[in-house]
């Protein structure tokens, strides 16, 4: 079934944000309505804002994978997608990977079975200075995160369970310390950064 096919007022408020002889632009936009509305953009779906911009699958493609922002496969509510790049990875990311995984019971590309969480390794999402982060869905950044604070947020958005997410409550600024001789970032209400504590 066609997603654009009733929504023609959308489509061309979009097209007409472009040259008309540069329909390819409209793709990211388009993108987007497809991602809200059902959480990741299936071949199906490529194939018809191909069509609507004059444009190939595998160009669409191409824009799409660029881009974390898209997903190709299906996402929960909550779309975990975790940094893990070198700020990050030195302040626990790994760590941190391992035991969403292990919380949820779900790897890359997997949804949990209440359809509420999905996980993803990404790269830098720009908050180094609060690594170990990650972006929930389109929603904002979880950062500074421990396992008592990553408890916490899984437990707030499970009570939620609408795609909100709470206030961003980073504990900034984050500090540098040498603990038992071992250089670790301490936010500021005292907890080691990282899946270590
Ligand atoms: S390395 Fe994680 S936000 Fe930059």
Redesign the pocket.
């Known amino acids: 079934m066609s997603f654009f096919a009733n929504k023609q007022n959308l489509v061309s408020d979009i097209l007409r944000r472009y040259p008309t002889d540069r329909k390819r632009s409209a793709v990211m936009p388009l993108l987007r309505e497809v991602q809200n509305a059902e959480g990741y953009v299936s071949d199906e779906r490529i194939a018809e804002i191909a069509g609507i911009i004059e444009s190939t699958a595998t160009e669409v493609m191409s824009v799409m994978s660029f881009y974390s922002t898209y997903s190709s496969i299906p996402t929960g509510k909550y779309h975990l997608q975790v940094?893990m790049?070198?700020?990050?990875a030195l302040a626990g990311?790994d760590q941190l990977w391992d035991y969403l995984q292990d919380k949820l019971e779900i790897s890359q590309g997997e949804v949990t079975s209440d359809g509420l969480f999905s996980l993803q390794r990404v790269e830098?999402?720009?908050?180094?200075g609060t690594?170990?982060?990650m972006q929930i869905s389109d929603a904002g950044y979880a950062e500074c995160l421990t396992k008592k604070r990553t408890d916490a947020l899984l437990e707030e958005l499970k009570r939620r369970g609408d795609g909100s997410i709470p206030a961003n409550d980073t504990p900034t600024p984050v500090f540098v310390k040498h603990i038992d001789g071992r250089v670790v970032q301490v936010t500021s209400d005292g907890q080691i950064a990282g899946g270590n504590a």
Do not use: H
Request: aromatic letters at 0%; glycine letters at 8%; one cysteine or more.
């Open positions: 940094c790049t070198l700020s990050c990311s830098c999402l720009g908050s180094c690594a170990p982060l």
